[in-house]
């Protein structure tokens, strides 16, 4: 069971650039890369580089977005508009629209994926076949 103590250390948990390009599998050029887009803004202590929980729980939903494909102006937009104070629900409308508008895009490409490989094993079957008649014939 965790106390008023717990709570405090968790909330208090810092990570450096290192940790958190380790954790993640990204390097820390990468990190700063999101720092000079305007996503990610660590706390400084002097000239080193100090993230919050916040910041943790920022990169990974900037690494899951571009995993399904959102742009980077796409996640800062999702990201500026979250609100602790208000349960964030604008985040979510906009997070859901642009959610649902890359689905839209990826099973269009899916299907369009789909006809290819079936023009291609069909294009393979015909030149095996061809393949073999002149094998038969010589």
Do not use: H, W
């Not at 859901?96 to 490989?117: H, N, T, Y």
């Amino acid at each position: 069971m965790s106390g008023p103590k717990e709570a405090q250390q968790a909330a208090e948990l810092t990570y450096t650039i290192s940790e958190l390009a380790a954790e993640f599998g990204i390097t820390a050029r990468a990190i700063r890369f999101y720092e000079d887009q305007d996503l990610l803004q660590p706390e400084r202590d002097g000239i080193k580089r100090v993230y919050l929980r916040r910041d943790r729980g920022r990169l990974k939903l900037i690494l899951r977005g571009k995993r399904v494909g959102f742009s980077l102006s796409d996640i800062g937009e999702m990201l500026a508009l979250y609100d602790p104070n208000n349960e964030s629900r604008e985040q979510l409308k906009l997070t859901l629209g642009k959610s649902r508008d890359r689905l839209a895009i990826l099973r269009r490409q899916r299907q369009d994926i789909d006809e290819v490989i079936a023009e291609l094993e069909d294009g393979c079957r015909q030149i095996s076949d061809l393949m073999e008649t002149q094998t038969e014939t010589s």
